[in-house]
Each structure stands twice: as C-alpha cells, then as structure tokens.
C-alpha cells in the first residue's frame, strides 16, 4: 500500500508533461495568486505560475533524490560495512574510525556543511546527504555481517571448504540485503526531507527550481496574506511521499524479520 | 571504571579532531574569496593581500588548520564577514533562546511520548495505539518548516489564539532585566506576569513544531522497547505483591524499557539542532537557528563554520555522556565496569 | 464437600472453577480445591495439566487472553472472582502472594534488592522508615539471606539467592495463602534442597498455608501435607501425599507414581512410561481426559462418554479420585 502509494506518485508525476500540459516554469501575468480552480487545480504564484505543474515537477525532483540518494549511499555504505564486516582487523578499525568522524556529525548539519563546501545547489545538497547517511548503512551492514559472519552454519560452510565467494553469496548476502532495505526507505524520507529542508534554507535547489522546500519558501510570505495554496501543496507531497516512506520501511522491516513482527508493527 | 572513561573520551576525542578536519577542508573550500566579502568589490590588490596574511590564509593548509583549531579552542570564532562581530559573541547572545525553545520542546515530547507509550502499553487499548501511530507517522514525516507555516497560519492568523511570527515577546511591552537570558525564567524574577503571558503564548507554536518530530521519535522508539519488557516475568511478579498495573509500568518496565532508549539521545539532539535552523526562521526566533539561516543568505560563511563545529563538538559530548551516564544508570553495565577495570 | 485436611475453616475455597482463552477452550475445568490455614498442598501434573493457571487464577494475574469463566475464589471468607481491581490490589503480597518459577527472570534487574522489598512492605500498611527496615532485616532472615544482600542488584545473585529474595518479597506481609509455582526449576539440584527447605521452615514459622505447584513428585513427598493431581485441567487425585504416593488409586496417579519410583531401581531400561502424550487443551476428550491412555479403562463406553466427578473414596472419606473404576461415593459402581 505504502509502496503502492509512492509507484502511483511516480508514474504521475514523470508521466505529467504528457497530459499536464502547463510548464512550471511559464509565469502568467494575467492570473497572479489564483485561488485553486478548475483550469488551476492548485491555483497559482505570486507570477502567475501553475503551482499543480510545480508541484508534479517537484515530485520528480523529491522522489528522484529519494531513490538517488538511497541507492549511492546504499552500495558505498553497504560496500564499507562488508568491507568492515569481513576484512582484517586494522581494516574494520580503520574504517569504524574514520565513519566515526563523519558520524560527529548531525546528519543534516553536516548536509548543511558540505553544501556550504561545495557550492549551494539541489546537486551538492545531494551529495551532502550521502555522505552523511553512509556510516548509517556502513554500521548496520556491518554489525549484520558479523552476526553472520559467527553464525554456525557460515562457520560449518567454511570449515566444510565452501570458497570464500559462494559463502558471501548464499550465506552474507541474503541475511545483509533485508537490513540494507530497511535502511533504504528510511534514508529516502530523509533525504527528501533534507532537501526539502536546505532548500527551505536557501541551501539547496534554487529559486526559480519547482522544488518543494523552495516552493515552501517561496509561499511563506504569500501565507500571511492569506494565499495558502502555495506553500501548503508542497508540503503535502512531502508529508506523503516521506510517510509512504516510513510505512515500507516498517514493511520491509517485519517481512525482512519475521519474530519482529509485533514489535515493529506496533512501534 | 576510570579505564571506561578513557577509553570512550579518547574516542569522543578523536571523533572530534576528525570532525574539525573534515569541517575545516569543506568550508576552506568553500567558494567566495573571504577576503572579497569582507572588503567589497572594490577592495585593491594590496589590501586583499594584507586581509589575506592577517587572516592567515597565505599559510599552507596544515598550518592553517593548526591556525583554525587553536584560535577555535581559545575562543577565538572569528568575526562576521557582514557585521564584523566576533561570531563567538554573536553565537552565545543567540544562545539562550535556541535553548529556552529547544528545552521546551524537547520537554514536552518526552512527557507526552512516555505518557502515550505506557499508556498504550500497559493495558491493550487497540483504538488508542491506531490513533497514536498515525499521528506519530505524520510526526515523523512533516517537514516541520512547513508544519511551522500551517500552525501560524491556522492558530495565529485564521484564529489568532497565538501571537505572530514576531520572535520571543511582544516587543511592546516594557522591557525587564535578563539575568539568565531564558525569558521564562526572567520574567517571572522579575515578577512580571505580562511578560511571562506573553513569553509562554510566543513559545507555544515554535515549541511545538520543533518537538513533534522528537516526540514520535521518542514515542516509538519507547512503545517498542516497552513492548519487549512488557511480557517479562518481573512484572508480573510486581503485581503479586499488591502494586498496580500502571505503577508497576511505570516504576518497573519504564526504567527497563528506559534504558535503551536513553541511547536515541543523540539522535534527540541533532534533530533539535537541525530543526532550530528551520523552525526558527519562520517563526523569527531570536535564536542560533535563526542567525544561521540569516548568515547563509547573506553568504558570511564565519558564522556557519562555528555553528557547525559547535553542533558536532556538542553532538560528540552529549553522545560520550550518554554512554557514561548509560553505565551510571544501569547496574548491570556498571558491576561489568567495575570489573573491567580490576582485571 | 469437605476436603482433605480441612478439619479447621478453609482458608482458601476453590468451588467450580474454569479458566479459558478467549472464547476457546478451557485450559482449567471445573476445578474444587480447599485449603486449610498452615497447609502444604502440592500441586502436580505435567507440563499444560492447567496447574500454573490454577495459581494464576487464585491471584488474579492471568495472563491477558485468559479469563475465569465460572466458579469462585473464596479467601479467607471473601469472594475474589469479581472483585474490584483496587481490592485486589490490596489482597495481593498481603493475604496471598506468589513466587514465581523462574528465579532468574522474576526480579527487575534494575532495581536494588532493597527497593523490590520495600515496595512489597510499603504496599500495604503504612510503616515508617525505621519499622520497614524492621520487618525488612525480618524477611532477609527469614529466607535465611545475608544482610549484604539487601544492597544488591538481581544480577550480582546466584538463582538460589534470588530465588531466596522471592521468597523473602512473599512474605514479608506474613499472608495467609503463599503460591510458589515450580519455585526450584530454574535451579540446580543442591540449591534446590537448600530453597525448598528455606521455604519450608518459613512456610511453616508463619503459618502461611501454601500451594506448591510443581511436577516433580519428589519435592512434594518431601515438604506437602496433602497432594493434589492435575490432568487435563481437572483434579483426578487428593488426599494426604504419603497414603496418595503409597496407594494411589487413580491410573493416572499409579502410572505417574510408578514411572518414579522406577528411577531407583537398577533396570533403567524398563523404566515404565504413560503411553501417549496429555492433551492439549483445545482436545480435551468429551468423557474422562484420561481414558485414551488408561490402562484400565478396557474399552468401557462410560469412561468416553461421560467425566467422572472428583469425589470421595469409599472407606477413605480424606481421600478423593475421580475415576469410574474406583469405588467412590459419588459413583454408582
């Protein structure tokens, strides 16, 4: 359902520009600050533009960071926890440190941080998020591999002669995946709200980009005045897209482990 | 025990060290010549140069780190490249307030996520727990700056129950000595109960908005913990003995489901530092959050610097005191680190 | 319906009392217990007889999902099914306590020995400071538990120990009922004597009657007055535990008895063994639970057909069975 929910949103929203015709960019001087109507369903801006066509373009954007930023910090975090989990002992206590520093961070600070570093933008506000959600997946990966990794049957296979490659693959593998999806929907509502956030801030996507944070930011000041629909729209498809999120995530999380069930149903 | 402390302070302290680093190569990279915002456009080639030897930034980049973290640690943040204070000043004068809202928010989230949870918990109420994990949900995925904006909009502007996005008081009211700098404290010494009205009614939105994400956080954080203890034997056994069933809860399966939670305190912490920079800008809270939000529009990079190594020290220390106070509180941990440290 | 050993008022009355879960089926049928003040009654039956839910049911402290579907608790004259849950609160660790069987599990391992007692004393009554360290230092030497261990933590204990704080926590109140359910399970065998003749000795210097629920029948031969059989969630045995463990008279009782008394012998090999397995309680047999695996039974409609009724056996009025092929003065033959 929850999946179901973020597929539907996705299919409009990167279907739009074949039957939502209306650019988000393209102001219209004749209809500035419209109330929501039939010709604009969600009304439009202070210039005139359809905030529906900015809203379906946001989607885009905000799922497309979502998944994005899941999937990079998902195989370079996986990538160091297995590293961790299954390498020497300088190795691990290399790489444990070194994650221990970025983790010295609060993640969105460091976002924020590293944004400030490379240039303001929607693509280093991304690329602040990765990498302040990698140790996230590094640390959980590994801890799951060495839980694995000690399991009897894994040391039954290796003492039996199993190569080394067959036992990360039928046996690692397949205990390790479920965790990293888990970690997978978390970390794509945080990074859509992050960015949603540093674009609120003025750290992420820029004006005039229909981006949801920004669109908030662009509507604050037309809320006093009474012109609502600017700023409330986005923040509806945030609210959606990161709650949809946070339910697969207790999904995947009580499919992945079946004795957790009550616990994370509940919880 | 001492053995305890050393090692994880020797931790937090590398985690520290590598923090600054990371903190000092990104934002030495970050673009805009300092020397350019300070002096302005029209600054010649030798004034740049001076700027530059004066501020160090003709040292290589090790020297210029040592340069940053001993400046840094004797308190020395630099100045605003707009205003031209020292950040530290700036920084501890927008203190206060950040705390005052980030305390009461965090406040009432831990009351309110330990109340539901137990209350969910300690008997089975179905329609209760539906209605709070909704709601936690929507909590969890509301981007509070926006949350801020439709509170305002609904509570302050449609119905008017709550002031304005107008900072901390109303700036009308005769003005009152700060000796602590938290309003509601001040206020209230100086026994001005018209101030105090009007501190609680500014706080009450902010502190909300800011707490809402804590406290789903919390709340299920707990829930699930409590559910873990909430089949064990002891309690049970604390029944026999004549004490009541939400009693026993609270005196015997929060303190166990406590525990771990105590844990999440870090994660606490970064979402109250993170969320002050988007709450408080729309609400105009005369608060860091607010200064930091200003400084990014304004690009005077200095200010964001300290604010982000003083989150991560912050963040390193509320972590490394968790994890004492962890060992303190649980007796389990402390007879262990008690006899790690005979060994 | 006088039972055994209840010259005296009861002190505890069992009358008719079912336990189910939900609406399924009943784990405890129709069950009669009395209780005489100061008596040691032993509890046996294997594991899912019904006899945990028996001690649960008398407290209160059923686990959700399982409620009393008829009968009454009487203690000490007063009705406890349908009470108010502040009455009894207040009947709980004060008129009838409990000790439960996993040592290990049954203190809050983050509270010291001396808050998990105090709060059973301060539960009932209002003593001061001094009067609580009082009867504190009482049930610390009672159980026969060293001062030292007032200040400690459930986990620096050995389970003998906690098992002894247990016990310490139960009867600092001085209650009239004491239920120690399998109390020395979780426990090695040498402290186990050692618990059991804690409890014993305290059992019996307070004139707490107890209900000793277990199924080891050395432990009840040891310190029980009388003896009571669970099977299927029926009683089909009492009376006085040495005439029960020397002439039972129920097939079950005879079979359990048998395939105990064999352990001293020499031939392991032949140890006798109850055909069968007890049943679960969803599939409980419509006449006598038993009759599947009796030995005795020999094809007799009436054991399916219809549940012998607990009573007294003829010429043996302290004693009862519940069996068709035992003379009683409830059956017809």
Known sequence: MAVGILVAFAVLAFSAPLWYGISPLATDPAHVLGAPSFAHPMGTDDVGRDVFARFLAGARISLAVGLGVAVCAGVVGAGLGVLGGLGSGWVDTALSRLLDMVLAFPPLILAMAITVGLGVGLITACLGIVLSTIPYYARITRSDVLRVRSAGYVEAAVALGVPPRRVIRRHIVPHVVPTILVQAATTFSFAILSVAGLGFIGLGAQIPTPEWGTMVTEGSSLFISGHWWVSTFPGIGLLIATAAAAVAADRVRVLADPHATVRTTLA | ?343 | MTAVGASAEAVLKITDLSVAYGEGPEVVRSLDLTLAPGERLGLIGESGAGKSTVGLAVIGLLRSGMRITSGSVVLNGRELTGLSERDLRDTRGNDIALVYQDALAALDPVKSVRSQLDEAIRAHGDLDRAQREAVMLDAMAGAALPVEHLDSYPHELSGGLRQRVSIAMALANKPSVLIADEPTTALDVTTQSRVLAVLDELVKSTGTALILITHDLGVVSACCDTTAVMYGGRIVESGPTQEVFQSPRHPYTQALVRSVTAIGRSDLERLPVIEGAPPAAEAIPSGCAFAPRCERRDGDPLCVAESPTLAELVGAPHRKAACWHVETDGSDG
């Open chain 2, 1 to 343: 025990m001492i053995a305890f402390v050393a090692r994880r302070l020797s931790l937090a302290l590398i985690s520290i060290v590598g923090a600054s680093v990371i903190a000092f190569v990104i934002l030495r990279v970050a673009p805009g010549d300092p020397a350019r915002l300070v002096l302005g456009q029209f600054a010649t080639p030798a004034q740049i140069a001076q700027f530059r030897r004066a501020n160090g930034l003709d040292l290589n980049l090790a020297a210029q780190y040592w340069r940053f973290v001993s400046r840094f640690v004797t308190g020395d943040w630099g100045f605003s490249y707009g205003s031209g204070v020292p950040v530290r000043h700036l920084l501890i004068s927008r203190l206060p307030a950040t705390v005052e809202l980030a305390l009461t928010a965090f406040a009432w989230a831990a009351a309110a996520a330990v109340l539901l949870a137990l209350a969910c918990t300690y008997r089975t109420r179905p329609r209760l727990e539906r209605s709070v994990n909704a709601v936690a949900f929507a909590g969890l995925a509301a981007p509070p700056f926006w949350l801020a904006l439709l509170a305002l909009l609904a509570l302050s502007l449609k119905i008017g129950i709550f002031p304005g996005p107008d900072g901390q008081i109303n700036a009308r009211l005769a003005a009152f000595p700060h000796p602590t700098g938290f309003l509601l404290l001040d206020s209230l010494l100086a026994g001005r109960l018209d101030a105090f009205a009007s501190v609680v009614s500014h706080l009450v939105l902010p502190a909300f908005v800011l707490g809402l994400g804590v406290w789903a956080y919390l709340y299920r954080l707990l829930r699930a913990n409590l559910l873990e203890v909430a089949n064990e034997p002891f309690l049970m056994v604390v029944e026999s003995k004549g004490i009541g069933r939400w009693t026993t809860f609270w005196r015997h399966a929060l303190p166990n489901a406590g525990l771990p939670t105590l844990t999440a305190a870090g994660l606490v912490l970064a979402w109250l530092l993170g969320g002050s920079v988007l709450v408080e800008a729309v609400f105009d809270w005369p608060g860091v959050g607010g200064l930091v939000v200003d400084a990014v529009g304004q690009k005077d990079y200095s200010i964001v610097q300290a604010f982000i190594v003083v989150s991560a020290a912050t963040y390193v220390a509320v972590n490394f005191l968790v994890d004492l106070l962890y060992g303190v509180v649980d007796p389990r941990i402390r007879t262990a680190v008690n006899h790690g440290a005979q060994q």
